[in-house]
């Protein structure tokens, strides 16, 4: 399982890819406001500040066009920042179309907002890279998100799709943990998350009992 960090925070990102970890960062608008990103130009600026940290990785690039035309006449921008764009495309009907037009012309894309397992097969059925099920907004609404990673990962797999689930909003290490049990093929982590999943108290005490006993060797 690929892990990416879900946020447009620089140090953050470069925290992540020193742990020697990241596979790839996802971004989405409100993340991007969340850093006082405004603007087009300082937008793309960021999104190459990112592909510069990140290096190998995938970047996904949120577009915030609602219409096909002006889809992909954003994605195509986005694409041109970095060979490691892929363009995040949300699920609805023109996005949907315009992700198939992205495949027809070797963008990548994200779906993003996906809620349901049809939802997936629609995404996947368009060629996109990555479908994004949202796992920690569906547990808030009393459904359960990581069975719809696991349902969207039997459907691929029966049907034979090539799209890559990405698990997003994560909310904590079980979530990571359980998403990778349920056949996740990237999950996008805020940083806490990635860093719970250190967490032992027993390797704490272990340690702390090595280092102890290290004093009479
Ligand atoms: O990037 C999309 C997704 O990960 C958002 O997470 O925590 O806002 O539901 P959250």
Redesign the pocket.
């Known amino acids: 399982m690929k892990f990416f960090i ?1 946020t447009a925070n620089l140090a953050q990102i470069q925290e992540a890819h020193d742990l020697g970890i990241l596979d790839g960062v ?3 608008p ?2 991007m406001a969340k850093e006082g990103i405004k603007g087009e130009a300082a937008i793309l600026q960021h999104y190459k500040d990112i592909c510069e940290i990140v290096g190998e990785g995938d970047v996904s690039a949120e577009v915030l066009s609602t219409d096909f035309a002006s889809i992909i006449e954003e994605g195509k921008k986005l694409a041109a920042i970095d060979s490691n764009i892929v363009v995040k495309v949300p699920m609805i009907k023109d996005g949907v179309k315009a992700i198939k037009w992205f495949t027809d012309n070797n963008i990548r894309t994200n779906c ?1 907002l996906v809620f349901s397992a049809g939802q997936a097969i629609l995404a996947a059925k368009a060629g996109a890279t990555y479908v ?1 099920p ?1 796992i ?2 569906i547990d808030d609404s009393s459904w359960d998100g990581v069975e719809l990673i696991a349902q969207i990962a039997q459907i691929y797999s029966i049907q034979g799709f090539k799209t890559e689930i990405l698990a ?4 904590n290490a079980l979530h990571i943990v359980k998403c990778a049990e349920a056949g996740a093929d990237v999950c ?1 982590c805020p940083l806490d998350s990635i860093l719970g999943l250190l967490k032992h108290p027993l390797t704490d005490i272990g340690l702390a009992k090595f280092l102890e006993d290290a004093k009479k060797m």
């Open positions: 879900d996802t971004t989405n409100s993340l993003t994004s949202f920690g907004r997003a909003s994560i909310r996008t």
